[in-house]
């Protein structure tokens, strides 16, 4: 049986597509976050549907038990470690702050190239070259 899709307003008059059986909305938020989320839960309350059908078996109750369940034990004082064949050194980051502003690192786009074979522009008449502004 093909599951229709159901239509969702959101906030700002936006319409979105939600499928339940295939956990799909057409916002992404579903797919991304695998949770069932505002458009999820407004369904699920329209419908009367129960939303823990939605939440995937890794987030369970059950999953959460059997994780703690077993048992955890502390790590030994520094005495109870074994000696390693190697030494750890550790370089701490320079922390001497340097003067002036950060650069910033900037990707460089279309408008950051010029045409080499566009004439040169002027700084203070960006219409005219200062060559043609001196034959003037």
Not at 68 to 89: G, I, K, M
Not at 100 to 111: A, D, H, I, L, N
Request: aromatic share 12%; net charge positive; hydrophobic share 30%.
């Amino acid at each position: 049986m093909v599951e229709s899709p159901i239509r969702v307003s959101g906030t700002g008059n936006n319409v979105y597509t939600l499928r339940l059986n295939n956990k799909f909305c057409s916002c992404g938020k579903w797919q991304t976050y695998t949770l069932p989320y505002s458009h999820v839960l407004a369904v699920c309350r329209e419908n009367g549907s129960r939303t823990d059908a939605y939440v995937p078996e890794i987030y369970s109750r059950q999953t959460y038990i059997k994780t703690y369940q077993a048992n955890f034990h502390p790590a030994l004082s520094e005495n109870f470690w074994r000696d390693v064949p190697f030494n750890l050194t550790f370089y701490p980051p320079n922390m001497k702050k340097e003067r002036g502003r950060k650069q910033g690192k900037r990707f460089q786009g279309e408008m950051d190239y010029r045409n080499p074979d566009s004439p040169p522009r002027c700084v203070l008449l960006l219409q005219i070259t200062c060559n043609e502004m001196v034959k003037m």
